[in-house]
Structures are given as structure tokens and as C-alpha cells.
């Protein structure tokens, strides 16, 4: 068994993805969900999505439409937040879930490598810097303009 990503007691190996998680909000308990070829597992407090040779599958918590998967074009990189999942791929940046503050309103993307959910914002590294988006409490998300990547 190689394992790729041990995250909040969920193990990933070649085959399968074995959930134990114990949290605040349970969101699985011994569920056996097979993958094939995983190479990114993700957590969120409500939510898992693993990264696989047929896309994205995700689980847990449904009540914002957070676990259910999109149709991809090869997708490379996923991050799950609170009730809200977003995912890279061939196409750009896409995100699903709840979006009461914007979190699914994604901006225009130069070529973007990878992505990154957090409470009720998300951002993405592309060829310009640091893009977010949503919003952070009752603000909007502002990037430092002195970031250097």
C-alpha cells in the first residue's frame, strides 16, 4: 500500500479510500469508498473529496449541493472548505456549494495552477498573483498588493 495523504484520519492508498473521522460535525463513520488511481484527498468540516482517474468524488454533507461532483475536464487540483468545494482543471477554476456571500462567483483567471478554499472565500494562484474571492466576515476579500510569488 503506498499512501499518498494521511488528513483528519482518512487514509489514501492506490486502491480505496478508507474514512474514520471523528469531528465536531460527523460527516462519515467506517465509509469505504473506492477510488480509482487517487492522488488528492481533501477534508473540510462537512465535506471529502478525493481527486481520482475519473475526476472528483465527494462526500458528506449535501444540504448546499456540496457533495455532489461536477462533470471536469481532467481536473488537478481540489479544495473543500465549509459547505462549499471548488476544483483546477483544463477549463479553469470551479466551485459549487453554497455561495451566500459569492464563494461561487469565480472572477476572470489567467491561467491559474492551483486553488484554495477557506471559510467563505476562496482563492486561486494564477499568472497575475493571488485572485480571491466571497468574502471574509462582512468584508470582501482584499489581497495584499506585495505578495511575491
Not at 460535525?25 to 473506492?34: E, S
Not at 481540489?78 to 456549494?97: F, K, N, P, Q
Request: aromatic fraction near 4%.
Amino acid at each position: 500500500m503506498q499512501v499518498i495523504k494521511l488528513l483528519a484520519h482518512c487514509l489514501i492508498d492506490s486502491t480505496r479510500v478508507t474514512v474514520a473521522l471523528w469531528m465536531m460535525i460527523l460527516v462519515a463513520t467506517g465509509l469505504d469508498v473506492r477510488a480509482a488511481g487517487p492522488t488528492q484527498l481533501e477534508a473540510g468540516p462537512q465535506s471529502i473529496c478525493v481527486l481520482d482517474d475519473s475526476g472528483v468524488v465527494c462526500w458528506g454533507d449535501n444540504r448546499r449541493g456540496q457533495a455532489q461532483s461536477l462533470a471536469l475536464v481532467r481536473p488537478r487540483d481540489i479544495s473543500v472548505g465549509y459547505e462549499r468545494i471548488c476544483a483546477l482543471d483544463d477549463l479553469g477554476v470551479h466551485c459549487w456549494g453554497s455561495n451566500d456571500q459569492g464563494q461561487l462567483e469565480v472572477p476572470p483567471l489567467d491561467q491559474p495552477v492551483q486553488v484554495s478554499v477557506g471559510g467563505h472565500h476562496s482563492c486561486a494562484e494564477d499568472a497575475t498573483g493571488l485572485v480571491c474571492w466571497g468574502a471574509m466576515g462582512n468584508e470582501p476579500v482584499l489581497v495584499p498588493p506585495n505578495l511575491d510569488f
